[in-house]
């Protein structure tokens, strides 16, 4: 069974950083894809970035430049450095997984309906 974890939300101050943590397990296959998504209130469930097994990277153009995503893959974990964070970035950021690679891409992250497991998210918040 796939299991899914987020961690390292919290609150912080406009141009602050996080780091949110995703800890996998049961994801026996060796090639894989995970992205991050966050759904701010009112909002729909948004990709912002991805990285898969052959190490392939892709983001929202909202977040480009200020978020990058990285994978230890020994510890199944992935990664997400958020920096520079604005308001409009407070949301709940959920981590998705699927097991095949090359969902990374602008279209695979318009697609949530098409990661199959999914943690149950962490709340980011930023005060201006």
């Known amino acids: 069974q796939v299991k899914l974890v987020e961690s390292g939300g919290g609150s912080v101050q406009s141009g602050g950083s996080l780091r949110l943590s995703c800890a996998s397990s049961g994801l026996s296959g060796p090639t894989w894809s995970l992205a991050w998504f966050r759904q701010g209130l009112g909002n729909i469930r948004e990709g912002v970035a991805a990285?898969?097994?052959?190490?392939?990277?892709g983001y929202a153009d909202s977040v480009s430049g200020r978020y990058t995503v990285s994978l230890d893959d020994a510890k199944r974990t992935v990664y997400l450095e958020m920096n520079n964070l604005k308001s409009e970035d407070t949301a709940v950021y959920y981590c998705a997984a699927e097991t095949v690679p090359g969902m990374t891409s602008p279209l695979a992250l318009r697609s949530p309906e098409d990661f199959a497991y999914w943690g149950r998210g962490t709340q980011v918040t930023v005060s201006s």
């Open positions: 990285i898969d097994t052959d190490g392939t990277t």
